[in-house]
């Protein structure tokens, strides 16, 4: 390795491999196909970027960002590396040049998008180049149960197969969840031991769940706060984009915007000017970012929940990528579960996928619901357990006292027992207050000795209470659109009374207050 040791510092300025990448590149330097899973910022581009320099011939790189390809290949040359991109932004005559260059030996490193690897005379081509290396960037697009599945991933190992070279293959990605990282691992034939994953905690990044808050004053007062820092805001429609666009500049912040509606050149234009610090402030959707490598944003916030927590961490993630001190916020409105939910049966897609879709935008609800630090609810949600909390996220620093809600939690749970587990949180609750209800008088349900055991409470406050337990796992929920609800084994504990549980003290909302910014 102390080859791969000079090189790192020789072109890339740097004395130490961090975590993950020398054991990922020796691998590689040996032969063996491997997976690096690692967190955004966490260095996964020096993983093929060293073997590049240090192997024969020309590594391949697979990526699904065309946008991106002529940053990195231009920043790959200033660095003092040869490499180039063949992609549709070329004229066929540039392709044929590059093709050119590339048979001469000119480059060490050649990015291309998947579906390149469609053409059977681009392998042909291929197959006269020596190629040591494929290297699948996002890899977790290859997996239907990712959140970014590209079709034209699932070709890419048959076409590799075909290359005479027989290139190692390496996979890297920043957000796969255990059921991705399998199919990774099976789809490009990589075995199990050869998964390098190097923990998905970010501790720079200080994640925060507000619940009930007048959003756009929030935001308004937040963005004008933080008016010297860099930071994305991110909403779920390009119709939210505008209207937080335009409240934010009505309000002097230096914000810009970016959604799929949006001229390519607008986008363009908004993008470099976010990146070379010119707008301080991006409002946009899921569509901006991808890739961004843009090191010092200080914030990211979700103006509104996210489709599922790989989206969520992704997009969270583009904060504080320098390692320095950042805020993740996200601001919760329980409506925005039906924008999103919406956003998901809009899309055509097979009934199982559809379920896998619900059941993540379900994990996403969870995490806002949950009391538990927030930084080891996601890093279990990727299959990592850790025991410390990180003790700066909302709630590891919500210094509420807790109470033994135990009895209330039986209450809800044998009133679910009672209805057979046949009904949602809204059926439930209006139960458990005592609701007049024309379904529950049809069912009869104001006849089961649960019936009005919390009169005294909102059926809005037992929905929060439901949704509680089912972030506990106490409660599962099952179903697609019309969810019903469950008791879990976790639940049955608590009704015979082998497993308390406890909630951080409700403190009423304050009234709210008027808007004069509307
Ligand atoms: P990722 O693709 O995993 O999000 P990048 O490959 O873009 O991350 O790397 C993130 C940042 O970390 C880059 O600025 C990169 O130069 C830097 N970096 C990578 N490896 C090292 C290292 N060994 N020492 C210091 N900085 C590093």
């Given at each position: 390795m102390k080859e791969a040791h000079d090189i790192l510092k020789q072109?890339?300025?740097?004395?130490e491999f961090r975590k993950g990448q020398d054991v990922i590149i020796s691998n590689v330097l040996s032969g063996k196909n491997t997976a690096g899973i690692m967190?955004?910022?966490?260095?996964?581009s020096i993983c093929y970027q060293v073997p590049a320099l240090m192997l024969e011939g020309v590594t391949l790189v697979i990526s699904p960002l065309i946008s991106l390809m002529k940053d990195q290949v231009d920043s790959l040359t200033f660095q003092g590396i040869p490499a180039t991109y063949i992609n549709s932004t070329l004229s066929a005559a540039e392709v044929e040049e590059r093709m050119e260059e590339l048979s001469y030996g000119e480059y060490r490193l050649l990015y291309i998008a998947p579906?390149?690897?469609?053409s059977p005379q681009f392998i042909r081509y291929l197959n006269s180049l020596d190629i040591p290396l494929v290297a699948v960037d996002e890899?977790?697009?290859?997996?239907?149960?990712?959140?970014?599945?590209?079709?034209?991933?699932?070709g890419i190992y048959d076409a590799v197969n075909?290359?005479?070279?027989?290139p190692v293959i390496l996979a890297l990605t920043a957000t796969a969840t255990p059921q991705v990282q399998r199919d990774i691992l099976n789809h490009l034939h990589?075995?199990?031991?050869?998964k390098v994953l190097?923990?998905?905690?970010?501790?720079?990044l200080f994640f925060n769940v507000l619940k009930g808050e007048d959003r756009k004053r929030w935001i308004g007062q937040y963005a004008g706060r933080n008016s010297q820092q860099s930071g994305i805001i991110y909403c779920a429609t390009r119709k939210e984009v505008e209207n937080v666009h335009d409240y934010l500049v009505k309000k002097g912040v230096s914000a810009g915007k970016y959604h799929g509606g949006l001229s390519d050149g607008l986008r363009l234009e908004q993008q470099e000017a976010f990146l070379n610090d010119s707008i301080m402030v991006m409002v946009a959707t899921?569509?901006?970012?991808?890739?961004?490598?843009?090191?010092?944003?200080?914030y990211v916030v979700h103006y509104q929940i996210p489709k599922n927590m790989e989206a969520y961490y992704q997009e969270a993630g583009r904060a504080g990528r320098d390692g320095v001190e950042s805020e993740c916020i996200l601001l919760f409105s329980p409506q925005d579960i039906q924008t999103q939910r919406y956003i998901i049966d809009q899309n055509v897609m097979s009934p199982e996928l559809h379920h896998n879709e619900l059941q993540k935008l379900r994990d996403m609800v969870d995490f806002v619901h949950t009391e538990t630090c927030l930084q080891n609810y996601i890093l279990s949600y990727f299959g990592e357990e850790s025991e410390?909390?990180?003790?700066?996220c909302s709630n590891c620093l919500d210094d509420r006292e807790s109470e033994d809600v135990t009895v209330k939690a039986q209450m809800v749970l044998s009133c679910m027992i009672r209805m057979?587990?046949?009904?949602?949180t809204s059926m439930i609750s209006g139960v458990l207050t005592g609701s007049k209800g024309k379904k529950i008088l049809d069912f009869r349900f104001?006849?089961?000795?649960?019936?009005?055991?919390?009169?005294?409470?909102?059926q809005k406050e037992v929905g929060l209470f439901i949704d509680y337990l089912i972030s506990e796992g106490i409660i599962d929920v099952e179903g697609g659109s019309y969810p019903v609800l469950k008791v879990s084994s976790k639940g049955r504990e608590v009704l015979i009374g082998e497993k308390q549980v406890t909630r951080k003290k409700q403190v009423t909302p304050a009234p709210a207050l008027s808007n004069e910014d509307e």
């Open positions: 072109y890339f300025g740097y004395s967190p955004t910022g966490g260095g996964k579906e390149r690897l469609e890899a977790h697009c290859l997996s239907q149960w990712g959140h970014d599945f590209r079709p034209s991933y699932m075909q290359l005479s070279s027989q990589i075995p199990p031991e050869n190097t923990g998905f905690q970010r501790n720079n899921n569509a901006f970012g991808m890739g961004i490598n843009k090191s010092n944003v200080r410390d909390e990180c003790g700066h057979n587990e046949r009904f949602g104001d006849k089961l000795s649960t019936y009005g055991l919390l009169k005294g409470e909102s």
